[in-house]
Structures are given as C-alpha cells and as structure tokens.
C-alpha cells in the first residue's frame, strides 16, 4: 500500500477551513502540523496537505522539491505509522503538515521527522 492517490490528498477548501479553524496542532521541527477528528465517513483513514511557505522560498521549485521529499517520505511510512492505529480505532482525519524551516533539508532528515511526526499524531489521537 505504497500509493499515495487522489483521495488521500486533501482538496476540499470547506474542510482545509475547518481544520485551520478549528483543529489541534503541534510543532515538531521543521514541521507543523494540524490535524481535526472528522465525524462524517471517508473513504480513506486520513486526508493530508503539505505546505512550504512562499514568504520563506521565493522560488516555486525549491518549495516544490521540499514539498516532494514530504510526500514522498510521508507515502512510504504512512501505513504502518498512521493507517493501521487510526484503523484499529475506527477513527478519520484530517492533517495538514506545514514546513517551517530556515533551509532545505535533505531527504534522510525530512524522512526521520515525518516518522517522528507520525509517532506524536499517533499519541495525539489516542488522547
């Protein structure tokens, strides 16, 4: 389950709102993520956007390379990590995970914090 498809990307701008709005969030450095419980059914466990800020990087390709590294870093640990406790729980969310950092961090690190991320969402749910 190494995919990463369209329903797990979250599009909708009603439910972004909502989660900015209303949602919990935590620092884990150099990412920020905010995260809601959603009551009504999805047709995945959790829907996710990635953000890197256009204040901070000017140019569209150094946000887009983070953003890739993200994603793909997220894609790969997002089964064992997250599916399987929100699955276990019957639990659905929404996540946003927002790069805050002062430079472009290589894969490894990117990797080994969306892991560490993943570990503290997991404590954050189960709360």
């Given at each position: 389950?190494?995919?990463?498809?369209?329903?797990?990307?979250?599009c909708?701008?009603?439910?972004?709102?909502?989660?900015?709005?209303?949602?919990?969030?935590?620092?884990?450095?150099?990412?920020?993520?905010?995260?809601?419980?959603?009551?009504?059914?999805?047709?995945?466990?959790?829907?996710?956007v990635?953000?890197?800020?256009?204040?901070?990087?000017?140019?569209?390709?150094?946000?887009?390379?983070?953003?890739?590294r993200?994603?793909?870093?997220?894609?790969?640990?997002?089964?064992?990590?997250?599916?399987e406790?929100?699955?276990?729980?019957?639990?659905?969310?929404?996540?946003?995970?927002?790069?805050?950092?002062?430079?472009i961090?290589?894969?490894?690190?990117?990797?080994?914090?969306?892991?560490?991320?993943?570990?503290?969402?997991?404590?954050?749910?189960?709360?």
């Amino acid at each position: 389950m190494y995919t990463f498809t369209k329903e797990e990307r979250l599009c909708n701008k009603r439910l972004i709102d909502e989660l900015f709005h209303s949602g919990s969030s935590f620092l884990c450095y150099p990412f920020k993520a905010s995260w809601l419980l959603m009551t009504e059914p999805q047709q995945v466990p959790a829907q996710i956007v990635f953000s890197v800020s256009k204040k901070r990087y000017k140019r569209a390709v150094d946000r887009n390379l983070i953003k890739r590294r993200m994603r793909e870093a997220y894609r790969l640990s997002k089964q064992q990590q997250l599916y399987e406790q929100l699955n276990n729980t019957d639990k659905r969310i929404i996540l946003s995970v927002g790069y805050i950092g002062k430079e472009i961090a290589p894969y490894e690190l990117i990797e080994k914090k969306i892991l560490k991320l993943l570990t503290q969402l997991n404590t954050e749910i189960a709360k």
